[in-house]
């Protein structure tokens, strides 16, 4: 496998400002890493939900549910908004959210209850070296991270050995845009995380394919237009996962060539 047309692939992807990626690739007869200003520090936003996600599953037998009224604030987007105040929502349940619809409030709950010295030492365990996180009293958390380190970050919350209520929780998202769009979910299972503010689109996914394992991160900021950036991730998505063999049926989603 020659390893230079995938790299350009994501040099596609990178070659407007504020983008950076990285992916990792592995089969039964070959391995790949490669990326583009790949630890270069770009705003987290929800990306640093898998860091609360993971230092938070081992207690979350331990927790006490919440209600829906004390959770959800007026000015917050959140399906909490859909529940009665008095509603009782389970630990497990606001973490699933946190990372399957990226929800604030459960978020900001997730982090009073992990801590933000917990957080932190959490992303230090991880062997997260460059990220930075700061607790945030709208979103939870805000802070910086590198395409390569949230493809680590990706690696360890979607193993289901290790953390078992990450990885369903990312493996059944509701923003299935982005990485997303290059794939055929018949084929290819996909767990991933996306991470968006105002300029700011991201994706980071574990994708399982019969042939194979990809972990890919895009990561953008400074974007005028986020649609755009998003459908790139899936452009350059399939193009990478074709050329790699990985994907078995072409998706409809999106048409590109390595």
């Excluded at 619809?101 to 992303?123: C, F, H, K, L, Q």
């Excluded at 997260?128 to 390569?148: C, K, N, P, S, Y």
């Excluded at 289901?160 to 299935?176: K, V």
């Excluded at 990561?219 to 998505?237: K, P, R």
Aim: with cysteine; proline share 5%; glycine share 8%.
């Amino acid at each position: 496998m020659d390893p230079n047309p995938l790299q350009r692939i994501l040099e596609g992807f990178a070659r407007e400002p504020g983008r950076s990626a990285y992916a990792v690739v592995r089969t039964p007869e070959w391995s790949w890493a490669g990326g583009v200003h790949a630890d270069a520090l770009a705003p987290a936003a929800s990306v640093l939900k898998l860091v609360v996600g993971m230092v938070l599953e081992p207690r979350l037998a331990h927790l006490r549910p919440a209600r829906a009224g004390e959770l959800v604030r007026s000015e917050d987007t959140s399906i909490l908004h859909a529940l009665l105040p008095e509603h009782e929502i389970s630990a497990r349940e606001l973490h699933a959210l946190m990372l399957s619809a990226s929800d604030a409030p459960a978020t900001r709950w997730a982090v009073r209850e992990a801590g933000m010295g917990a957080i932190r030492e959490g992303a230090r365990a991880a062997g997260l070296h460059r990220t930075r996180i700061e607790a945030d009293t709208h979103f939870g958390v805000l802070g910086q991270t590198t395409a390569r380190e949230a493809v680590d970050l990706m690696i360890a919350a979607a193993d289901p050995a290790r953390f078992p209520a990450c990885s369903r929780a990312l493996r059944h998202s509701i923003t299935n845009s982005r990485i997303p769009l290059g794939v055929d979910a018949d084929d290819i299972e996909i767990a991933h995380k996306t991470g968006t503010l105002r300029g700011v689109a991201h994706d980071v996914a574990h994708l399982t394919c019969d042939r194979g394992d990809a972990w890919l991160a895009f990561l953008s900021y400074d974007q005028h237009d986020t649609l755009v950036t998003g459908y790139e991730m899936g452009v350059a998505t399939r193009s990478l996962l074709e050329y790699a063999g990985l994907q078995v049926t072409s998706t409809r989603s999106v048409s590109a060539r390595p």
